[in-house]
């Protein structure tokens, strides 16, 4: 290599050298400024968690009162142990469950024996009426006759004593043809009501006697409900009054019909009776009836699912017009079904939080949600 060829390149070199180191510079006095720019607009941003998502309610004048829950069982308006009206072999009987309206026939009875005597007592009736007809022509016609019938005035009496004897033993005919016919028709035993074929309390091929029980049959379309309470829990209700009901997991309410003023000695306790409409809760079930231990009263409350429960305080969070949790503490009061009366700086109308604020914090942001919150926390 000469002289002149090395010079030339270390000048290349050196000048290849110069031109990385301004780039470098360069770039590193842009990357400074960015990086302040980045620490500027955060120190600018607002501090504190990001909004949270919540589902709200208002806060409400209501009229409240303490509730004492009582036993109650679910009865049916009508049960009956229908039973038969004439003698008989039984036929046929209504299976266990059979549903039954009112009139139709839920057994039946031999009607041989029915028969027979309605045949009887329609031929007697035919007897004495042409007996009767016989002598009431008898008589009219003696009697048509005067003083030129020959007949004295005590045979004429004798005529009219057989007429109206024979009219009277018709009569006493057409009554025993009455009660054979309705002998007939009982052989048909019919639903009073109806309802479902509960029990059968007789079988095919059995004899029934007038009186003996056939079948039971209950109306499984009017319900009420039976509670056994005592007097100082009716004090507050009164015939006409919503009460709420609890079957499991499924509730109702129902309207008092009557309070039964008659106690028991031992327990001392009135019975309630409540109509149940609309419900198919089976009869014999097992309720609670929630009763109120004293007169109502006007109350500002809010859902029971407000409240944030801590060892050491009970509050609520409240939303201001700026979308903000205000976290409120509160004393509680009188609770009835979802509500519950809350003592504290809150108004009616107020918004309150019943989904998410479990992890909220006082003066976070808020966005309301209209559907279901999976994650409270969010």
């Known amino acids: 290599m000469t002289r002149t060829r090395f010079v030339l390149l270390a000048a290349a070199a050196a000048g290849a050298l110069a031109v990385a180191s301004g780039a470098a510079f360069i770039a590193g006095g842009m990357k400074g400024a960015g990086e302040a720019k980045a620490a500027d607009a955060q120190a600018e941003a607002p501090q504190g968690p990001p909004p949270a998502i919540v589902r709200v309610a208002e806060a409400v004048n209501a009229e409240l009162a303490p509730l004492s829950e009582a036993p109650g069982s679910v009865v049916s308006l009508r049960d009956s142990l229908v039973s038969a009206a004439t003698s008989g072999k039984i036929e046929w009987v209504a299976e266990v469950g059979a549903e039954v309206e009112e009139g139709d026939v839920i057994a039946r009875i031999d009607p041989a024996d029915a028969t027979f005597a309605q045949g009887e007592a329609q031929a007697e009736v035919r007897r004495l009426q042409s007996r009767a007809t016989y002598l009431s022509d008898l008589y009219e016609r003696y009697a048509g006759l005067g003083d030129e019938s020959g007949e004295s005035a005590a045979s004429l009496d004798e005529m009219r004593a057989n007429r109206d004897e024979a009219r009277q033993n018709l009569a006493r005919a057409e ?33 029934a006697a007038p009186g003996a029980a056939i079948a039971r049959v209950t109306d499984t379309r009017h319900l009420e409900v039976t509670a056994q309470a005592p007097a100082a829990l009716l004090r507050s209700v009164k015939p006409g009054d919503e009460i709420a009901l609890a079957y499991g997991a499924e509730t109702a309410t129902a309207p008092i019909r009557a309070i039964v003023p008659v106690g028991d000695e031992r327990s001392r306790t ?21 009763l109120p231990t004293q007169a109502a009263k006007r109350v500002l409350a809010v859902p029971r699912d407000a409240l944030v429960l801590r060892a050491e305080r009970i509050s609520v969070f409240a939303i201001n017009d700026e979308m903000k949790a205000r976290q409120v503490d509160v004393e509680l ?39 279901v919150i999976a994650d409270a926390g969010v």
Do not use: C, H, M
């Open 175 to 207: 009554v025993s043809l009455k009660r054979a016919e309705t002998n007939l028709e009982r052989t048909e035993v019919r639903a009073p009501f109806g309802g479902r074929i509960v029990r059968q309390e007789i079988q095919i091929g059995e004899y």
């Open 270 to 290: 009135l019975e309630l009776r409540l109509v149940l409409d609309d419900v198919d809760w089976p009869i014999g079930s097992a309720v609670r009836v929630s």
């Open 333 to 371: 009061g009188v609770a009835q079904g979802d509500l519950i009366e809350v003592i504290g700086d809150i108004k009616p109308g107020e918004k309150v939080v019943i989904r998410g604020g479990e992890r909220l914090r006082d003066g976070q942001a808020v966005t309301i949600s209209q559907g």
